[in-house]
Structures are given as C-alpha cells and as structure tokens.
C-alpha cells in the first residue's frame, strides 16, 4: 500500500511539474501571437505577447468554431484579448473569459458551437463556460517560457479532439467561414472610408476614447486617455520635467489652468491599437492627434505616456515628431521610458490636428487581403480537376454535359 501511494505522489509530482513551451528565441514579438509546437507533449498551444511584454499561453484552436487562434484570433495586445472573426466573440488571453456578448457578429445560438471537440472530456472545462483555453506561465531567467504539465496537455489534448470525424466537418465549415470573414475585414480596414469620433465614457470625462469606425460599425482602431480629476493629486516632479524637457529650464513657461493652480494639467494616454489591415493609412496619426485635441479642448496643455518602441527606435522617432521628448529614466516614479509633450492650440495651428483626416475619409487603392490566397487556391483546384476529368472523359463536377475525348489512332 506504501508502494502504490509512493507511485500516486510521483504522478502527481509529474502532472505539476513544469515543461518548456518555448525557448526565448521562438516567444513571438511583443503585440503578436504565434503557434508553437510543445516538444515535450507533441502539440500546439498559441503563444501570445501583450502590450506590456507579459507572455500568455491559450489553446491553439478558438473554442466553438475549431479555427487556429494564431492565423485567425485578431489579437490586441493593449486590452489582452483575442477576437473570433466569424463569430465576433472576444476572449481574454489570460483567464480565456468571454470579454462581452457572445456571438455578436453571426446570431447564432451559442450552443451551436458547443462540443467542438468533439465531446470529450478533457476539454469539458473549457466547453462548460465556452472560454479559451489557456495555461498559467512564467519566464524563466534564460528567457525561455514554462507551464505546468497539466495545463499544457489540457490544451493539447483539446487541440487533439478536432481530428474527430464530426469535428472535422465543423472544423471544415468555420475554416472557409473564417477565411471569407477575414478577407473581408481586411479590405474594409485597407480601403474604407472611416469616421473618427471622441466620446467620454464617464460623467467627469475621466476617460476619453478616441475610435476610428469604418462600414458596417467595424471599429478598425482607437486610443485611450485618462484625465485626472482637479482633486486628484500631482506626480512629484512632473512641472519640473515639463520645464526641461519643453521649456529649456524655465518652470515659470509651464503652462497652467489658471495662476491659482499649483501645477500643470497632464492628461495620460494609456492604449492605442491599429488593426494591422489599416496601419498603412496614418490611422494611428489621426487617432493620436484627435484625442490630443480633446484633450487640449478640456483644458490640459500637456500629454503623457509611456512608449512601447520594440527597440528599432522608430516609434520613439514618431513621437519626436510630434513634439514629445522622451523622461529620463528615473526623473517621475514608476514611469520608466515615458514621454511627455505639449498640446497644441488648435487657434494657433489648426492644421496640425486636421492635416491627415483626408486620406481616411477617400477610399484607397485596391487591396487584395492574404486571406484571398485561400479562395484563389480552391479556384485553381477545382479548375485543374475539371480538366482532368474532362480529359478522363468522366462527366464534369458541375454537372454539365460530358465532353467526348479525343479520337486516337491505334496502330
């Protein structure tokens, strides 16, 4: 009996050890996901990098609809989520919690989806709540990514039960689904016409969103800002910072409410995502300078935030552009790689607000999505089997009359 319950503990030591996900080398780039292959285990998961350089592991398959999380999950890396295209549905990448309704997109009762897998078991958990399945990780100090032996088969063996034969067709069914869907909101992204807007979501304008909506309500970007509230209290330093960095020292040119105000007004822009279909159409610049512009409008002179340059430098170059200086490091707590600038006064520069919207309300040059490659392919496909066929003398896949072969003399 001591034997059996030594082996119980081994099993037990084993399920909870942890495994490699992936070396340092293969953990994609920070604000993208990619598909890795756990050695250890012979499957899949999707390794997925957010804005803040935190690394996540969920399955490899969308729940409910069986499409690869990587090639097809529109992930924002700012928010922490993944979207289903054919469904609409968001997912949390780090709990696998449904963010919102279910199946906004395509109204379809939810339990359509359900057993995807097939039925099975191991994956029952996750059908239970319909979330995304995902692992809890950790960096080791080599940089490579570990996860529990548990969780990481949990989401392999999920990855597994869409082999099943009923899985397949469903699998099938989505694929093509998928594949039209994000072809679509490609070309939507690349080529539509958009309407910027700014709304407040709160009553004291605390928190200002600035979106960019093309056709059919599809939300293609957006940028965040908070505002601080008149009571709440100033970061320690900041009026000094402002003055060397946009005032060549002078405290007494940093600009203020009103001369009975201790300090400047800083408003602080915490997310900005571009779909990446839209990125060659200065969305992002538009997005940028119209919240800047509410901003200015609501009575604060300045913008801070911190920056999320890969390490090329060029996004910190973007925001030189604009004006913004980069915080040395150390100068404000708890803001490492900071940038600070000044708001413009839309009457003394009105076209530094207003100088790229025209590009986003004209349609632009024809896009052709990678996505279209699929559809392309099953043209190509179906064509050279009807050729064949017809050469065969067998009759053609639509149906149509048989075509005769060809004479031969046979000597």
Not at 335 to 356: E, Q, S, W
Not at 390 to 408: H, V
Request: charged share 25%; aromatic share 6%; net charge neutral.
């Amino acid at each position: 009996d001591d034997d059996d319950d030594d082996d119980d503990d081994d099993v037990d030591l084993e399920e909870e050890a942890d495994i490699v996900v992936c070396s340092s080398n293969s953990i994609p780039p920070r604000g993208t996901q990619r598909r890795v292959l756990v050695r250890e285990l012979g499957g899949h998961v999707c390794v997925s990098v957010d804005a803040n350089g935190v690394a996540h592991v969920a399955s490899s398959r969308l729940p409910g609809t069986g499409l690869p999380t990587a090639d097809f999950g529109v992930f924002d890396p700012e928010v922490g989520q993944i979207t289903d295209p054919t469904t609409g549905t968001k997912f949390y990448v780090e709990t696998g919690d449904v963010r919102g309704e279910r199946c906004p997109k395509r109204k379809l009762p939810w339990f359509f989806f359900r057993g995807f897998g097939g039925g099975g078991t191991a994956n029952a958990a996750a059908q239970k709540d319909e979330k995304l399945g995902t692992a809890p990780s950790r960096r080791l100090p080599d940089g490579s990514l570990v996860a529990k032996r548990s969780d990481l088969a949990r989401l392999v063996v999920q990855e597994q039960e869409t082999t099943r034969p009923l899985a397949l067709a469903k699998k099938a069914f989505f694929f093509l689904a998928g594949v039209r869907s994000r072809a679509r909101f490609e070309a939507i992204a690349a080529t539509a016409p958009v309407v910027v807007s700014t709304t407040s979501s709160r009553k004291d304008s605390s928190e200002i969103r600035s979106a960019a909506v093309a056709e059919g309500g599809v939300e293609l970007g957006y940028y965040l800002v908070r505002t601080p509230k008149a009571s709440d209290a100033p970061t320690p330093g900041t009026d000094a910072v402002i003055a060397d960095l946009l005032h060549a020292g002078d405290l007494a040119a940093v600009e203020k409410p009103s001369a009975a105000s201790p300090c400047a007004r800083v408003a602080a822009g915490v997310a900005v995502f571009v779909e990446p279909a839209a990125r060659k159409r200065k969305l992002g610049v538009v997005l940028f300078k119209e919240a800047m512009l509410a901003c200015r409008l609501l009575g604060f002179r300045y913008m801070l935030f911190v920056e999320r340059d890969s390490g090329s430098g060029r996004l910190v170059r973007w925001y030189e552009n604009m004006g913004f200086r980069k915080i040395p490091s150390g100068a404000l707590p708890g803001l490492d790689r900071a940038m600070v600038g000044r708001l413009p006064d839309p009457d003394d520069d009105p076209a530094f607000y207003h100088a790229d919207e025209d590009e986003l309300l004209t349609v632009l040059k024809p896009f052709s999505s990678s996505y279209d490659s699929g559809w392309a392919l099953l043209r190509r496909l179906r064509t050279t089997v009807a050729s064949l066929l017809a050469r065969s003398g067998r009759p053609p896949l639509d149906g149509g009359p048989r075509r005769d072969s060809p004479p031969r003399n046979i000597e």
